[in-house]
């Protein structure tokens, strides 16, 4: 087996054969035809596997995975996202659509059919070829709607380089139809969790089924609602397939306060549930660099968790924090306990603690880094010489079980036809893994008014709430979030209010977690003697010269992060815009609605 693209080393032999084969460029229009000879790749298992392990290309690095979320509702950041700033973004400033590594693959699928060459092993090849086809087309749907579909490979003097773009529901079909081959002709036994397999191929189906399911239904516009359960119901198949087929497990190994963060701090990903990963290898010199992006007050966008998000951790018991009364003034040290695990493997709190100097430190929320309080732990590893630079060993994953459990759960929902028994399966095996001691066997009916009102308003199906809840949780920080709230058309929740916790008096240092040394002080003018070791915050309306202050707090005492700079969600951001030069190439492709000016 020759190294993989998951530990992101470069083979020179890979490289030099693809570049002698297919020479993939970003725009359609810049695709030249190859001249040279296949033979040396096409007429050898090995030449097939060499050329196939650069698709791994396509896949996301582990840096991609960590910033994925760096624009989503439940996170405050260092600057509002030039999307959601009114004016400042629009086709000029679109990018995204390139091109690269779609004619390697089509070049390849054209050409792998060399008769000496078993039939079942030809299919294997194009069948990982098809996934990552499918992979690489479904980043162009999400982004932009309709793109046009090239299933072969072009001359530059072609005039379908300048075609118009096919529409979604092609698209999908084409996906489709490309991961059910995959599906049935991938071979790979993998435990590594870093090759593409048939249930890779599955899982990700699920994913794609999903997401254009929930698009068609909820996004009337487009009048594709009467296809939607079709694709439900695909989404649900490939994921019981999975499920019932693929040996995976959720992990419970360490117990309820450690198994659901181990799978982000493993160097070797955690095989009974992450069916795919970007790999870190401290040997090859394979290294990620999470905890300088987390960790950083100026690398990278320091993202929290805002209060709103943080309240729909259920408590222990099951029952909403919300219900409890009281919850909207309680300090923070308080809020967190008696929680879901998940948010205390999620966020820094309690005695959470890192190594630091060869000893190991509590570690409260540090308002270099956070602010609104939540500060995340997730995807680091708890060692403070990590913090700068490229030197995180963690693998990342980018496919896990519980997704594929989320997935067929709310594919059911979506259907009407969720049991008990899918509930207890899936949402119900999430949560027992997190901690929580009640409603994890049956459905829920009550509709929870604070999930409703906050963040669901149009949604009364209790089980369809209750799932959109622990699709957040569980996987928050993973890059899912955005492409959630655009499939369930709620673009609207981009809009809120970015806020922190509860802080119940001013100038009065907090000890944010109960270990008897303050950490932070909240003042509108800054105290003359200070503690030291104390972090001082300004939550005054201007700063020193008259500059308005981003770090102030509400009306109910939270504190709130650049509400200076306005934000507004406008329903065409469902789509991003043609980028200007491109469109300026090829008329055809014409502009997404609502961005024609």
């Known amino acids: 087996m020759f190294p993989l693209k998951s530990t992101y080393t470069k083979l020179s032999a890979i490289m030099l054969l693809v570049s002698f084969i297919a020479v993939s460029c970003k725009k359609l229009d810049q695709v030249p035809h190859d001249t040279a000879t296949n033979s040396a790749v096409f007429g050898s298992v090995n030449g097939l596997q060499l050329y196939a392990n650069s698709f791994y290309d396509i896949l996301p690095t582990a840096g991609d995975v960590v910033r994925s979320d760096a624009m989503a509702d439940y996170a405050a950041r260092t600057s509002v996202p030039d999307f959601l700033r009114p004016g400042a973004y629009g086709p000029r400033q679109s990018n995204g659509w390139t091109w690269t590594g779609l004619r390697n693959i089509n070049y390849f699928i054209e050409n792998c059919n060399n008769p000496n060459i078993a039939q079942a092993q030809r299919e294997h090849f194009i069948g990982l070829a098809r996934f990552f086809r499918a992979w690489f087309y479904f980043d162009k749907l999400k982004r932009f709607g309709d793109v046009p579909w090239y299933g072969k490979t072009l001359k530059v003097d072609d005039p379908a380089l300048y075609n118009g773009r096919d529409k979604r529901t092609l698209v999908v079909d084409s996906i489709i139809a490309d991961l059910d081959y995959a599906g049935l002709h991938i071979n790979t036994s993998d435990n590594t969790r870093s090759l593409i ?35 439900l119901t695909q989404a649900a198949d490939a994921a019981q397939k999975v499920m019932t087929e693929g040996g995976f497990s959720l992990n419970t190994a360490g117990g309820t306060d450690k198994s659901y963060r181990a799978l982000f701090t493993s160097q070797a990903p955690v095989a009974s549930e992450v069916i795919l990963a970007a790999i870190s290898d401290p ?19 320091r993202l929290s968790f805002i209060r709103t998000f943080v309240n729909t951790y259920l408590n222990i018991d099951g029952t909403p924090f919300t219900d409890k009364p009281g919850y909207k003034t309680m300090p923070f040290a308080q809020e967190v306990k008696g929680r879901d695990m998940r948010l205390q493997q999620t966020i820094r709190m309690g005695n959470y603690s890192r190594l630091n100097g060869g000893t190991q430190q509590i570690a409260p929320p540090v308002f270099s880094y956070t602010y609104t309080g939540y500060q995340p732990i997730k995807l680091t590893q708890d060692d403070a010489s990590m913090d700068g630079g490229s030197r995180n060993t963690n693998s990342v994953p980018m496919m896990r079980y ?66 959109r809840r622990e699709r957040g949780i569980e ?72 500059t308005p202050n981003p770090q102030r707090l509400s009306a109910d005492n939270e504190l709130t992060w650049l509400t200076t700079i306005a934000r507004h969600w406008d329903n065409k951001f469902y789509l991003y815009p043609i980028p200007e030069t491109d469109r300026l190439q090829n008329p055809k492709l014409g502009q997404n609605p609502g961005w024609e000016q």
């Open 197 to 231: 397999t048939k249930f890779t191929a599955y899982a990700f189906k699920s994913r794609v089924c999903l997401f254009e399911g929930t698009f068609r239904k909820y996004h009337d516009e487009y009048g594709l609602q009467a296809s939607a359960n079709g694709l």
């Open 283 to 301: 040997a090859l010199g394979v290294f990620n660099d999470s905890n300088w992006y987390w960790t950083s007050a100026t690398y990278g966008d």
């Open 475 to 546: 996987l928050a920080f993973e890059g899912f979030r955005f492409n959630d709230i655009v499939r369930w058309k709620r673009g609207e929740l981009m809009d809120q209010t970015w806020n922190g916790f509860y802080v119940p008096a001013l100038d009065v240092p907090l000890d944010l977690n109960e270990d008897g040394v303050p950490d932070v002080c909240f003042y509108t003018t800054l105290p003359a003697t200070q503690v030291k070791g104390v972090t001082y915050v300004s939550v005054a309306a201007t700063l020193t010269g008259g």
């Open 402 to 467: 519980a997704e594929v459990l989320l997935n067929y759960a709310e594919a059911k929902a979506e259907l009407g036809t969720l049991t008990d028994a899918d509930w207890n399966q899936t949402i119900g095996a999430l949560r027992r893994r997190a901690g929580i001691t009640g409603n994890t066997s049956t459905k829920p009916m009550v509709v929870d008014q604070y999930l409703k009102t906050n963040y669901f308003p149009a949604i009364s199906d209790a089980s369809i709430l209750e799932i």
